[in-house]
T-cell receptor
Framework: SQQGEEDPQALSIQEGENATMNCSYKTSINNLQWYRQNSGRGLVHLILIRSNEREKHSGRLRVTLDTSKKSSSLLITASRAADTASYFCATDASRQAGTALIFGKGTTLSVSS | EAGVTQSPTHLIKTRGQQVTLRCSPISGHTSVYWYQQALGLGLQFLLWYDEGEERNRGNFPPRFSGRQFPNYSSELNVNALELEDSALYLC?????????FGPGTRLTVL
């Protein structure tokens, strides 16, 4: 079953604009991760945020986590055409260490030049 | 450092056949996960192996099975293939909480 649900399902922006994607989940988590997938290939890990963290940055990426609302957001600033991809949030399936991930259905981002 | 590798890249089979997919984790990673990404169904957890043992499996029938070898590489076997098994099969390895994914194997069942 899907734990995370991304919103919007699809997003089209121009190069240089910011892109914001949201993720909601259902149960308590240890951490939440964001991944990128280009053209149906493997997933690239972007960032992991732990349940006791509220915000995390990595380059042009900013992730926030609100455990009270069971939601997270991924902000990509100054987007580039190369950011065109599908973005997924993933949460742990249980509180057990090393557990599997449950993915949302993803947001498809299209950045045009 | 080499990433997670998977073989083959693409595979075409017919209904009823059996298939074996292979995965080599990142050096030092002992856990291997298998996921299925079928069109319209998203990424679904299949199997988790750690230290040679199956730790958990997702909601898939028993014809999906696998194993992990002493060098931590892993195989995913699918018997009696059905059309709906057509999907991208992704393998991931992990240390602590982050899972690193391979490029996937695209399986087409005709």
């Amino acid at each position: 079953s899907q734990q995370g649900e991304e919103d919007p399902q699809a997003l089209s922006i121009q190069e240089g604009e910011n892109a914001t994607m949201n993720c909601s989940y259902k149960t308590s988590i240890n951490n939440l991760q964001w991944y990128r997938q280009n053209s149906g290939r493997g997933l690239v890990h972007l960032i992991l945020i732990r349940s006791n963290e509220r915000e995390k940055h990595s380059g042009r990426l900013r992730v926030t986590l609100d455990t009270s609302k069971k939601s997270s957001s991924l902000l990509i600033t100054a987007s580039r055409a190369a950011d065109t991809a599908s973005y997924f949030c993933a949460t742990d399936a249980s509180r057990q260490a090393g557990t599997a991930l449950i993915f949302g259905k993803g947001t498809t981002l299209s950045v045009s030049s | 450092e080499a990433g997670v590798t998977q073989s083959p890249t693409h595979l075409i089979k017919t209904r009823g056949q059996q298939v074996t997919l292979r995965c080599s984790p990142i050096s030092g990673h002992t856990s291997v996960y298998w996921y299925q990404q079928a069109l319209g169904l998203g990424l679904q957890f299949l199997l988790w192996y750690d230290e040679g043992e199956e730790r958990n499996r997702g909601n898939f029938p028993p014809r999906f099975s696998g194993r992990q070898f002493p060098n931590y590489s892993s195989e995913l076997n699918v018997n009696a293939l059905e059309l709906e098994d057509s999907a991208l099969y992704l393998c991931a390895s992990s240390v602590r909480d982050t899972q690193y994914f391979g490029p996937g194997t695209r399986l087409t069942v005709l």
